[in-house]
């Protein structure tokens, strides 16, 4: 049983059928019990991600809000959340300071650090489809998946 702690771009995938979608879907339908864990603030990228789309017409609103209700009810349910902290603001700021990373993509790898810290001896894995996130997670020693690739 792993723990994958889901990074906005590749969470986004659970959703809206994306390269990289059947990848993921495939953990959610094995038998391994798998755990899934989320930064809080996902949930800001996540309805921002959706209504990006449906601004664009790539989805209709109606689409757009079964989406946004059943991540919530993930949220509520089946997610291990992991809350924004003022520690893991001073990690964030920090791994700006190592790598070229945009601000929320260095508080999702903060948040997965943090997370790491506290989970024992089962090292949660770090899924994204960011190629620059997904380097700086590498540097930091993190194991990675990244669901675009094969």
């Known amino acids: 049983m792993a723990l994958y702690y889901l990074e906005t771009s590749a969470l986004v995938k659970f959703y809206v059928y994306e ?5 993921l879907v495939g953990l ?5 019990g798998h755990r899934f864990a ?14 990006r ?8 609103g109606s689409d757009a809000g079964v989406l946004i209700e059943s991540f919530r009810q993930h949220v509520e349910g089946r997610f291990v959340v992991q809350p924004f902290t003022e520690s893991l603001l001073d990690v964030a700021l920090a791994l700006i300071d190592g790598y070229p990373l945009k601000g929320y ?5 903060a948040g997965y650090l943090v997370l790491r810290s506290i989970s024992g001896t089962d ?3 770090f899924v994204c489809a960011d190629k620059t996130l997904l380097s700086a ?4 020693g993190c194991p990675i998946l990244d669901p675009c690739s094969v």
Do not use: H, K, W, Y
């Not at 809080?40 to 959706?50: D, N, Y």
């Open 105 to 109: 993509d260095a508080m999702q790898l």
């Open 123 to 125: 090292e949660p894995i």
């Open 53 to 60: 789309q449906q601004r664009c017409g790539e989805i209709s």
């Open 137 to 140: 997670a590498r540097n930091e």
């Open 28 to 32: 959610t339908a094995s038998d391994g």
């Open 19 to 23: 390269p990289g979608t059947e990848r």
């Open 38 to 51: 989320i930064l809080s603030l996902a949930q800001v990228e996540f309805r921002s991600a959706i209504r």
